[in-house]
């Protein structure tokens, strides 16, 4: 594809209930971040993949957040028995180095809401 | 920790102003510093910036970078409406997570 994506880009979700949001990243792109940005505030940084290696997991709020690239191509995150305050907009971007000293390119987001 | 402070949070302009935007910043072993814009989706690049005092310019849109003084601006000379947008800067650090740490941005309202 041209550009990462995000699916889906709209999650209502139940307080308590488990979500999976998916990215894919431009096909080579070895590097793959998320990030979680609340309304108004700059993304913050969550987790970073170099090909399937988990290298940073250092801003994972809690442990019910967990992140996967098996493949070194698609990744997961995963919220489990979500919050109020998981409620955000979860961007996953990727950078064709192995780090990022080069411009990473976001996907559009998916918009988690939880009730 | 690492601090990146953008200013001003918001600014609102007429068409054709030409508007400067700040991003101070201290992270532990500074490489570099990126520049995006943010409309209702995803923030898309603008700049990165490795060494002080060399403009980057695209179009009307140009940046600059003091590693003495940790600081960067980003200028926007002759604005039009397709310029409001949130501006994030996100300075890149060696040190501590590999992602970038970016400011809150400066969301920027350009009235016609």
């Known amino acids: 594809g041209a550009g990462v994506s995000q699916s889906p880009r709209y999650k209502v979700a139940k307080r308590g209930q488990d979500v999976a949001l998916r990215c894919d990243p431009i096909?080579?792109?070895?590097?793959l971040f998320w990030y979680q940005q609340a309304l108004g505030q700059g993304p913050e940084f969550l987790t970073y993949?170099?090909?399937?290696?988990?290298?940073?997991k250092s801003g994972l709020p809690s442990d019910r957040f967990f992140a996967e690239r098996p493949e070194g191509s698609v990744s997961t995150l995963k919220i489990q028995r979500t919050q109020q305050e998981d409620s955000a907009v979860y961007l996953c971007?990727?950078?064709?180095?192995?780090?990022?000293?080069?411009?990473?390119?976001f996907g559009p987001g998916t918009r988690l809401t939880v009730l | 920790e690492d601090k990146v402070v953008q200013s001003p949070l918001s600014l609102v302009v007429h068409e054709g102003d030409t508007v400067t935007l700040n991003c101070s910043y201290e992270v532990t072993n500074f490489r570099s510093l990126l520049w995006y814009k943010q409309e209702k989706k995803a923030p898309t690049f603008l700049f990165m910036l490795t060494s002080s005092g060399i403009e980057k310019k695209s179009g009307r849109l140009s940046s600059i970078l003091d590693k003495k003084e940790l600081f960067s601006i980003l200028n926007i000379t002759a604005t039009q409406t397709g310029d409001s947008a949130v501006y994030l800067c996100a300075p890149n650090s060696g040190g501590g997570a590999d992602g970038l740490t970016f400011g809150k941005g400066t969301h920027l309202i350009i009235q016609p």
């Open positions: 993949f170099q090909n399937e290696a988990q290298l940073d």
């Open positions: 971007a990727s950078s064709f180095s192995d780090r990022n000293y080069n411009e990473q390119f």
């Open positions: 096909s080579g792109h070895v590097s």
